[in-house]
Nanobody, 112 residues
Framework: AQLVESGGGLVQSGGSLRLSCAAS????????MSWYRQAPGKEREAVAR?????SSTNYVKGRFTISRDNAKNMVYLQMDSLEPEDTAVYYC?????????WGQGTQVTVSS
């Protein structure tokens, strides 16, 4: 199984980025997919989760939107109104009971 994130980079405060995660090697549609982030010196935290059935939960209210395309084995994170506090490495996670995969992460840096 493999998860590959892309779309990170440097953006000014107030800008937007769209992260992508390409999944392979497992039955994507059966897994819940999540985005996490880890800022320097801080613990990894959940950003958003989308369930296999399509419903979702956002932990960064009102600014981030998670979506998935089961036909393409892709999950996305649309990030708007970015703030310097959003600077972190963002990770994609695929999880289901007794199975758990992580990507290598993509860096997002928001300048003030």
């Amino acid at each position: 199984a493999q998860l590959v994130e892309s779309g990170g980079g440097l953006v000014q405060s107030g800008g937007s980025l769209r992260l992508s995660c390409a999944a392979s090697g497992f039955t994507f549609s059966r897994y819940d997919m999540s985005w996490y982030r880890q800022a320097p010196g801080k613990e990894r935290e959940a950003v958003a989760r989308i369930f296999s059935g399509g419903s979702s939960t956002n932990y960064v209210k009102g600014r981030f939107t998670i979506s998935r395309d089961n036909a393409k084995n892709m999950v996305y994170l649309q990030m708007d109104s970015l703030e310097p506090e959003d600077t972190a490495v963002y990770y994609c996670r695929a999880h289901v009971t007794l199975d758990d995969y992580w990507g290598q992460g993509t860096q997002v840096t928001v300048s003030s």
